[in-house]
């Protein structure tokens, strides 16, 4: 079982009814006792095992290499972390294999300083304030602020339970339901969807086997004589937290999605426009999977995430290269079904993403403002699941038998225009000049510590 007191309260549940978020990215001030302030916030923060959905704000916080550094760990300790975590984002090599551009990014170059990440959650905007304000005279003169994102979840329509981003579409759906944790929940999901603890948190059974992804350990001279970490596993209880500021071009995507689909006589086609942007995403607008629903005959909420392409082989329903497919290709990524589904559960990640920016009054006309979403996302192993993603499916534009073809929405960000089959019989339909509309504007790789950790790192008096 996962010990829940022990883990963050953000990876096992996603503040649904905490709609204001404040992502405050932090440096340590020279010569400034952090140890001393983690020691303080460490009751603050909001552990899974603790956490009361009728609370009106939460707090987490995590740490990038460069804060275990600054805390003082020693070099064979910082060592054990995964190579990843240690050159972090921008690492060119890195950079290169995901399709980013670090040198046009407005945080999180490779000379960063940013060595902690708060996250503060709250009810109403009301709430998020005080606590914003609260948490910044308590952190006064120990760390400074590189950057401030806030960010605010909308209803996809009055009275729905669902949020949307920017470009309109109902997000968050497709999540990994975490074996052993509320089980009561994980009929309403689709095939494979029950996925180990172990590959999201350190030091549970994960997908290959129940075998224990390597987690980092203190090694000497770092101590621990009071004893707080069992058998010196840092990781253990801790996951690895993905960040990554995705501005969305809104009125240039509903532009280019309107150039595709207008009437010869050049005047819009407002059905076409939803069908094609559908194709492209993998839903409609409301969350309907195109793959049990190519016609969008209805919304059936129960349906929402409990489907698989098996039914949709030649993605006559839900192409290939729509971008649900290609985050969670489900049971159909191999030609064997079970071989699939057993793939696929090693390469998932729990997203706990946010948009930033106030959403566009009109879709189609660009009123200059900045808006996007706050990609975030838990695994146990970055490169396996988040990297391996990004690059093998995300990005690749050979994904499913295609060619030169990456994600319609992510994949290459490149100004070059691409191609965007959707298969049909008799003939396939082939649309070119498409363009993602989502700029990566900054990101980092952080690690969600446990409360054990947490107390060992304020131990040692950094």
């Not at 995590?62 to 190579?83: H, I, N």
């Not at 980092?216 to 253990?236: F, V």
């Not at 965007?420 to 700029?439: A, W």
Request: proline share 7%.
């Amino acid at each position: 079982m996962i010990d829940a007191q022990e883990v963050q309260g953000m990876v096992l549940s996603g503040y649904a009814r905490q709609p204001f978020a404040t992502y405050l990215f932090l440096t340590a001030c020279d010569g400034a006792n952090v140890a001393g302030w983690i020691a303080g916030i460490r009751d603050r923060i909001t552990w899974a095992g603790k956490f009361d959905r009728e609370r009106p704000t939460s707090i987490n916080i995590a740490l990038s290499y460069k804060g275990f550094e600054r805390l003082g760990l020693g070099a064979e300790t910082l060592s054990t972390f995964p190579l990843e975590f240690i050159g972090d984002m921008s690492d060119p090599a890195r950079a290169q294999m995901l399709g980013d551009d670090p040198d046009t990014w407005l945080w999180g170059k490779p000379d960063h300083r940013i060595h902690i990440l708060l996250i503060l959650f709250a009810r109403d905007a009301n709430a998020s304030a005080q606590l914003l304000a609260a948490e910044r005279r308590l952190f006064q003169g120990v760390l400074n602020e590189v950057l401030v994102i806030e960010s605010q979840t909308f209803p996809f329509k009055a009275g729905s339970k669902f949020n949307h981003e920017h470009f309109g579409f109902v997000d968050g759906l497709s999540q990994p339901d975490i074996k052993d944790y509320r089980p009561e929940k994980h009929g309403a999901n689709g095939p494979g969807n029950d996925i180990s603890a172990g590959e999201f948190i350190l030091g549970y059974p994960n997908e290959y086997f129940g075998q224990i992804t390597a987690s980092p350990h203190l090694r000497a001279p770092d101590s621990d004589p009071a004893g707080i970490l069992p058998g010196g596993d840092m990781g253990r209880n801790g996951s690895y937290f993905v960040v990554r500021q995705m501005e969305q071009d809104v009125a240039g995507f509903w532009g280019m999605i309107r150039s595709q689909c207008a009437h010869p006589d050049g005047s819009p086609d407002a059905a076409a426009e939803e069908a094609f942007a559908a194709k492209i995403i993998g839903r409609w607008r409301d969350g309907t999977p195109v793959a049990i629903s190519p016609d969008h005959d209805g919304e059936d909420p129960a349906r929402l995430n409990n489907f698989g392409f098996a039914t949709d082989p030649n993605g006559n329903g839900c192409p290939f290269g729509a971008h649900i497919r290609r985050a969670n290709p489900r049971e159909t990524l191999l030609a064997d079904k079970k071989d699939s589904i057993t793939t696929t559960k090693r390469h998932r990640m729990v997203r706990r993403g946010r948009p930033y920016g106030q959403p566009i009054a009109d879709r189609f006309s660009d009123d200059g403002q900045s808006r996007g979403i706050v990609f975030a996302a838990l695994n146990a192993n970055i490169e396996r699941q988040f990297e391996f993603i990004q690059q093998a499916w995300i990005s690749s534009p050979s994904f499913a038998g295609l060619y030169d073809q990456a994600d319609p929405m992510l994949g290459g960000r490149t100004q070059v225009a691409g191609t965007f089959t959707i298969p049909k019989c008799p003939v396939r339909e082939s649309r070119t000049g498409i363009l993602p509309h989502v700029t990566v504007k900054g990101g980092a790789y952080f690690f969600l510590p446990s409360y054990a950790a947490l107390r060992y790192l304020s131990s040692r008096g950094a």
